[in-house]
């Protein structure tokens, strides 16, 4: 069965620094890959996804995902946090196949500090 | 603003009730997916309707239920409601029925079994 791992319940970094959230996920095959983040009171939006190709993807509020088959990850990346990044991410899996529906990880609460 | 509208946005009802969520989904989505929220469980797929028939099935409880109505509206009941039940029901809508279209989210009905 799928399955999509966050080990990172919370991060806390400082304004300016650089972020890493790390998504290992376990599938049979090469899933679709979401970023999603959720504001507080929020509903989830997409940051960033992953179908095929580059494996270095581009997302909106400047953050980066990459691919790795090899390490069966897709972490999440920006390099300069600005306080309004403040708020849980979480990264999902769709199947290739079948229906549409993602499986989420836990998620991951950032914290940005001044 | 996703464009996916749930009602109610807060609720808070007593143990054994029964309570129903409503999502519109955005203009034209024809597919419709029920997720629930929770501290322990995290986000959980519950189930999925396309243009108005079940397309997939997650972690839903016999004691839930939903729909798509041919105006593509759903609603999600849940009956014989527990204390366990208590968490942040999201409904998203996307496109197609398969393949990995993006999910757009309401921002959420917030439900409270006392």
């Known amino acids: 069965a799928q399955s999509v791992t966050q080990p990172d319940i919370h991060i806390t970094v400082s304004e300016g620094a650089s972020l890493e959230l790390r998504c290992n996920y376990s599938?049979?095959?090469?899933?679709?890959l979401f970023w999603y983040v959720q504001s507080p009171g929020q509903g989830l939006q997409l940051l960033l996804k992953?179908?095929?190709?580059?494996?270095l993807v581009q997302g909106i509020k400047g953050f980066e995902a990459e691919f790795k088959r090899s390490q069966s990850s897709f972490n999440l990346r920006k390099p300069s946090v600005h306080w309004s990044d403040a708020a849980e991410y979480f990264c999902?899996?769709?199947?290739?196949?079948?229906?549409?529906?993602?499986?989420f990880g836990t998620g991951t609460r950032l914290t940005v500090i001044p | 603003d996703s464009g996916v509208t749930q009602t109610p946005k807060h609720l808070i009802t007593a143990t054994g009730q029964r309570v129903t969520l409503r999502c519109s989904p955005r203009?034209?989505?024809?597919?419709v997916y029920w997720y629930q929220q929770s501290l322990d469980q995290g986000l959980q797929f519950l189930i999925q309707?396309?243009?108005?028939?079940?397309?997939a099935k997650g972690n839903i409880l016999e004691r839930f239920s939903a729909q798509q109505f041919p105006d593509l509206h759903s609603e999600l009941n849940l009956s014989s409601l527990e204390l366990g039940d208590s968490a942040l029901y999201f409904c998203?809508?996307?496109?197609?029925?398969?393949?990995?279209?993006?999910?757009?989210f309401g921002e959420g009905s917030r439900l409270t079994v006392l």
């Open positions: 309707y396309y243009n108005g028939e079940e397309r």
């Open positions: 999902a899996v769709g199947l290739q196949t079948g229906a549409n529906n993602l499986f």
């Open positions: 992953y179908f095929s190709g580059d494996t």
């Open positions: 203009s034209g989505d024809l597919s």
């Open positions: 998203a809508s996307s496109a197609g029925q398969g393949g990995a279209g993006e999910l757009f």
């Open positions: 599938y049979g095959a090469t899933p679709y």
